[in-house]
């Protein structure tokens, strides 16, 4: 089969020559937008924590822990050593797990170029501060935000691995280095367009994390479409809530950084939040399921510190309340619902009598009557 970037690249790559970036994480997302870029025609490094990563990637073309059957551009190359990465990187895309973010940002400190932006895309918060990624990034190195950016969208890795088309957002304070980073990652199966709206765009790729993670679960326990459409369509009205709250903008959330990536998770069986919550729901521990997952499922840590920033913007969540509730062991997955109405719906069996979680949760449905759905 022709691929798609062997077919229409030249286009593309005219536009990237000479453009040098680098790639800091080599799981699937980080090796899936090193090639998305290679194939935009970027001259790409990619840095790996671990050298037989970088080795295979660097000699064999491939991926096979992460991405397997894939056949990465031969333009790509990579490396372990973080200053060979960063050498002369005017745009530097980060694909770390979230809770190590800050680490690495402090290992490559050192290397960075003064003029280089940063770009995110971490669809995580950092539990410790509840900071999003674009604030871990200002916060550790310093930057102003118009060298911060962050790209979120539906954005599957294996699938666009296989050169499956979809695009994605790029958004920075300055609209003219969200269309630098555009501009780097337009490949003839990857579009790429810009917002100005950081705190929107970065958001509804946390958010939807969540909400996968409570699709998974009563996909688990075995109930069907009429249940998960209802709780994407209350989901999303959680996502929207929460993020302009925060300062984002209601259109971002409608946009392909919002409900595009809502429906990518929510549908795909190869979102790992989607999975993770599939496991719960069929009666994992959160343990067995981490075990078995040996992947970055970023909801399950981002639950606590989104519910703690919800609770003092006065958000309320009660998917997401539901989810924590679930993950804690509080609540059965089975009793996971759209409009779970009182603590009469909970058998008494599964209720810690008078747990406040329980109290909350009550009120919040209760504040919730008569609202639209
Ligand atoms: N996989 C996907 O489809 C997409 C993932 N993302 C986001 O990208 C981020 C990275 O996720 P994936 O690449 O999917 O995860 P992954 O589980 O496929 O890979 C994680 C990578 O991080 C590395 N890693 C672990 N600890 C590290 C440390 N201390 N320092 C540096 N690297 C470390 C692992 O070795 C691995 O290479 C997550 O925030 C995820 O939400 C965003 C869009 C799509
Ligand atoms: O962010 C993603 C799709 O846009 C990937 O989702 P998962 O992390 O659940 O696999």
Known sequence: MTTRSAAAGSVHSDRNRGRRVAVIGAGSWGTTFAKVLADAGCDVTMWARRPEIANEIQVARRNSQYLPGVNLPKTLTAT????????GARLVFLAVPSQTLRQNLIDLEPYLDRRSVLVSLVKGVEKTTTMRMSEVIADTLDLGPERIAVVSGPNIALEIAKEQPTGAVASCVDLGVAQ????????????????????????????????ALAIGIVDGVGYGENTKAAIITRGLAEMTEFSVASGADPATLSGLAGLGDLIATCQSPLSRNNTAGRLIGQGYTQEETREQMQQVAE??????????????????MPIVEQVQMVLSGKMQPEYLGPHLATEDDVPQAELSLGSPQIGRLKRLFDRMKGTRG
């Open 299 to 316: 909801g399950i840590t981002s639950v606590p510190p989104v519910l703690e920033l919800a609770r003092e913007r006065g958000i309320v």
């Open 80 to 87: 372990d050593d973080l200053a060979t990465a960063l050498q």
């Open 180 to 211: 630098e980073v555009a501009m780097a990652a337009n490949a003839p199966y990857f579009r790429t367009y810009v917002n100005t709206d950081v705190i929107g765009t970065e958001l509804g790729g946390v958010l939807k994390n969540l909400i």
